[in-house]
């Protein structure tokens, strides 16, 4: 116990126990806050290289999974190119990563379809491409906003996702 102040009171001692465990939980709080915004910038940005590393296998493997889809209707896939970089974003519910890339598609239209003899089939189809970063790998569900930019898409999709600036 502390010694009486002038007067009669007692003199407040920052060491006193009931005073630490406070102080203690503040700081082990701001701690734990600090290190779980770097953990996410550390998962984002490994996001970002295993990206960059895989960009020829990951166009594949959303040719393969779009052509799967059999969507748009009376067309086949035939090629799909990346044409710039990702933007990421995060899914406001789940609050997993995505990633929209600007793509370049082309078509043909299905045999007996309606879409046959059409002159616009032939020209490529600007869209963006969506990929899902799942337990540390990006995977594709074959997934096209088409004739909108990747920021556009998360402007448009704003509510499910919230885009996360470069270098984030």
């Given at each position: ?13 920052w060491l006193d126990p ?6 203690g939980g503040l700081v ?27 960009r020829k296998r990951l ?110």
């Amino acid at each position: 116990m502390n010694p009486p102040a002038p007067g009669g009171q007692q003199r407040m001692n920052w060491l006193d126990p009931w005073l630490l465990i406070p102080v203690g939980g503040l700081v082990l709080l701001l701690v734990a806050w600090w290190a779980s915004g770097f953990g996410r910038q550390v998962h984002v940005e490994r996001a970002r290289e295993l990206f960059r590393l895989q960009r020829k296998r990951l166009q594949e493997l959303f040719l393969q999974s779009a052509r799967k889809s059999e969507k748009p209707r009376g067309l086949r896939w035939i090629g799909c190119e990346f044409t710039g970089e990702p933007e990421l974003a995060r899914d406001r519910s789940s609050r997993g990563l995505v990633a929209f890339v600007p793509v370049a598609i082309e078509f043909a239209a299905v045999e007996g379809s309606d879409m046959e003899g059409l002159p616009a089939v032939a020209q490529p189809k600007h869209a963006s491409a969506l990929f899902s970063f799942v337990r540390g790998e990006w995977i594709s569900t074959g997934k096209a906003v088409f004739n909108l930019a990747p920021q556009q898409a998360i402007r448009q999709f704003g509510k499910q996702y919230e885009a996360i600036p470069a270098g984030h």
